[in-house]
């Protein structure tokens, strides 16, 4: 059974999906011009790929890479049924480059998850908005759980670590709560290693650029809002106005009220 759906609209990641019940079905050689990604739920399959024949089996995935000549075909014997998933774009490149999955390496041994019931949720049937982004939401969902049983090099890259503490305190800065070791938790490596890193890419401290980021938003606001101090300094992330106002002068040289009076356009 297959369900289809294609869209003009190059932002829509998905471009097609199905199931694919035991049977002959064959493809190629030929090429595509799109990702399309293979789970198969029981029996065998071959795909050849130049000179190379891989022989896949239940649970394992592979992937048809654009402008790749390629040939597929169930075991005779035990033919394959399998779901499949079709789509294209820049962030589909993103995503797959997190992923150990490429033209010289387009197969994934079978993991301890059962991948079906994540191939249910990318449902693209119908060419309503809220259903294209429904659809790639479930693609984006599906890729995680790649991403995290079959890690690309590119996924424990140094400035990835420090990415990722950058954007939980860009995400968070406003909790009165938000704390150092929050954000070493989240990045889940060794404290002083994060440290390092961040400090190697960002060229601040963690501590340093959770307040740097704070005041740069609060200058924002004091530019773009007409938001009372107090009610500023809720907004980024402090219960004292006063010891806010004292952090604001120490980074910008300016009191809050002399901020906005010189910056605001008149």
């Known amino acids: ?5 294609y869209s003009s609209d190059e932002g829509s990641l998905v471009k097609g999906n199905g199931y694919k019940p035991p ?10 011009d799109v990702y399309a990604l293979h789970y198969i739920v029981s029996g065998k399959g071959y795909l050849k790929i130049n000179q190379d024949t891989f022989c896949l089996k239940t649970g394992e995935s592979f992937m048809i890479f654009p402008h790749m000549e390629v040939y597929y075909y169930p075991d005779p014997r035990d033919p394959w049924e399998y779901y499949w998933i ?10 797959l480059s997190m992923i150990n999955i490429a033209p010289h390496h387009p197969v994934v041994e079978a993991s301890p998850e059962d991948f079906a019931p994540l191939f249910h949720k990318v449902k693209a049937a119908g ?5 294209r982004e429904r659809s790639d939401a479930g693609l984006h969902l599906l ?3 790649y991403m995290e049983f079959y890690p690309s090099a590119r996924a424990f890259l140094k400035k990835d670590y420090a990415l990722s503490a950058k954007e939980y305190i860009e995400s968070n800065y406003w909790r009165s709560s938000l704390s150092v070791p929050e954000v070493v938790d989240f990045v889940k490596i060794e404290r002083s290693y994060l440290f390092r890193l961040f400090k190697e890419v960002n060229g601040i ?5 959770i307040t740097a980021f704070r005041i740069r938003r609060a200058c924002e606001l004091l530019i773009h809002s007409g938001l009372s101090v107090k009610s500023l300094a809720y907004s980024v992330g402090y219960l004292d106005p006063l010891y806010f106002s004292k952090v604001f002068k120490k980074v910008t040289s300016h009191t809050p009220s002399e901020y906005r009076k010189a910056y605001s356009a008149p």
């Open 205 to 209: 401290s963690v501590s340093g650029y």
């Open 23 to 32: 049977n002959s079905h064959k493809w190629g050689p030929g090429v595509r």
């Open 143 to 145: 890729l995680t759980y």
């Open 1 to 5: 059974m297959n369900s289809m759906y």
């Open 86 to 95: 079709e789509f294209n774009g820049p962030e589909a490149s993103r995503l």
């Open 127 to 131: 060419t309503a908005l809220f259903e």
